[in-house]
């Protein structure tokens, strides 16, 4: 390892630069050393390829009241208020979502139900017997996911005790209510299991407590007492946070900008507005990618990535868009020499009609749904390329409700210095009708008049001074 050659003072600042040739060739072969400098020659797509599982979690309590309140008359605006209470905060799986995650680990124990090779089910069946490459594993840091990931893939955790399981906080759901919060790390800097009972939490601070008696409950409803431990005892323990310069992570496509309206944004105005989702995916993709570069020439390397519904739409859409560039750092943008200016996302051939559908704004994956997709790195070109995107058994794409905003497309700005504000700020982009326009209208009228009488009281209050 390079590290630890440093650490031994076998290099000096002489000779650094043929350290990491000699580094590079050693993980990604002879092709990328060839020509002296660091990452400039050609490499195949199956050296650098990764073979990408990506699974949404089981329903969480958010998504069980949510579904229940809509069912119930709340409207799109009541609901956006509900989704704010804080007793939300990173909302665990509910008793369906853990009935989901248990039903996982069992059709992938099992090698998947008409599971066909590059499954997610017969990935881990066949890792769990060590007949191909174990997978890197990836969740996000929210504890539905955390728990449907270490389910889904307990055939091979269990098989393989020394597999890791990274909590990479930039797989984090991009939203800002309080189930997209993670709850603060625990006094050892780790994320705290479920409790074994619900009186263990008593004496921690109310919010933590609350949460993790909400896990603990859905957990003892459903979840055997055995899988129950299995999951406190030994899911909990593989669990490795990826360091990261965030942990609550909300960077994500601005609010009140459907993708359907960045579509229509001129060069600079998109990039600018995306932003903030292209560090975040630049993030998820130097992890991915960093693993990959230790895996064998030739193959593409698996990866299980266990996070969120509107994560993926901005993911599908980012690469469908062939518009934008994520930075790609760390280990794999060091041995693949690649530059802040990152690479550029494409959308390439073989992906079905309903993955494209997933980077819509009215489509969103099925709790406990998976897709899987080829990503193929060609340095050379400066490009990631998304290829093969099929969706996995027992997998569909569904309906989202209706938007709580309608946002009226803006023009194209010419420069960067306009940018997405500025559109935002020479249109006065409006909020529509949340529901019930009828009762909005009337709300505002009332709050006039009373405005208006407010005044003309505070006008027959004012008595003019008599002038001596």
């Known amino acids: 390892m390079l590290a630890t050659r440093c650490e031994k003072g076998q290099f000096t600042a002489t000779n650094v ?55 119930g008359g709340m409207t799109q605006q009541e609901v956006r208020l509900l989704a704010n209470e804080v007793r939300f905060t990173d909302s665990p799986l509910g008793t369906k979502g853990v009935q989901q995650a248990l039903a996982l ?23 769990a017997a060590g007949s191909c490459p174990a997978p890197t594993l990836f969740v996000s840091n929210l504890r539905r996911a955390i728990d449907t990931g270490l389910f889904a893939t307990r055939s091979l955790l269990d098989a393989q005790p020394q597999t890791r399981v990274h909590v990479l906080p930039a797989l984090q759901e991009t939203c800002h209510h309080a189930d997209c ?9 780790r994320i705290e299991p479920p409790p074994a009972t619900v009186d263990a939490v008593s004496a921690r601070a109310p919010l933590t407590t609350a949460v993790l008696a909400a896990q603990a409950t859905a957990l003892r409803a459903v979840a055997s007492v055995v899988d129950a431990e299995w999951l406190r005892l030994h899911g909990y323990p593989r669990l490795q946070l990826h360091q990261s310069r965030l942990f609550d992570d909300r960077r994500r496509v601005p609010d009140g900008l459907p993708l359907r309206t960045a579509s229509g944004l001129g060069d600079a105005a998109f990039a600018n507005a995306l932003e903030p989702l292209a560090q975040r ?49 760390g280990r ?12 550029a996302l494409r959308w390439g051939e073989g992906n079905s009609a309903d993955c494209t559908s997933l980077g819509e704004d009215e489509t969103k994956l099925n709790n406990c749904g998976s897709v899987s997709f080829d990503l193929d790195l060609d340095p050379g070109g400066g490009t990631l390329t998304l290829r093969r995107c099929t969706l996995g058994a027992g997998s569909s794409v569904l309906a989202r409700s209706a938007p709580a905003l309608a946002v009226v497309s803006p023009p194209k700005v010419a420069s960067a210095a306009d940018g997405w504000a500025a559109t935002v700020a020479s249109r006065g982009l409006v909020a529509a009708s949340v529901g019930s326009s009828g009762v909005f209208a009337a709300a505002l009228l009332l709050l006039a008049m009373i405005l208006i009488l407010v005044l003309l009281g505070r006008q027959a209050k004012r008595v003019p001074r008599k002038v001596s």
């Open 17 to 71: 630069h043929s350290a990491l040739l000699a580094f590079t060739k050693e993980r990604v072969g002879d092709a990328w050393a060839a020509s002296g400098e660091v990452a400039t020659g050609p490499i195949s797509y199956e050296r650098m390829s990764l073979r990408v599982h990506y699974l949404r979690h089981g329903e969480s309590e958010w998504n069980s009241q949510q579904s229940a309140a809509r069912k």
């Open 105 to 127: 680990w069992e059709v992938h124990a099992a090698g998947g139900e008409g599971a066909t090779n590059g499954s997610l089910s017969s990935l881990l069946h066949c890792a």
């Open 181 to 189: 919060t993670p709850l603060p790390l625990g006094d050892d800097g």
């Open 281 to 329: 995916l630049g993030d998820i993709l130097s992890a991915a990618l960093g693993s990959a570069a230790e895996a064998a020439p030739g193959t593409r390397h698996p990866v299980v990535l266990t996070a969120h519904s509107r994560l993926l739409r901005e993911f599908v859409y980012a690469f469908h868009s062939n518009r934008l560039s994520a930075p790609v750092l």
């Open 332 to 343: 794999a943008g060091v041995a693949l020499g690649l530059t802040r200016a990152g690479v």
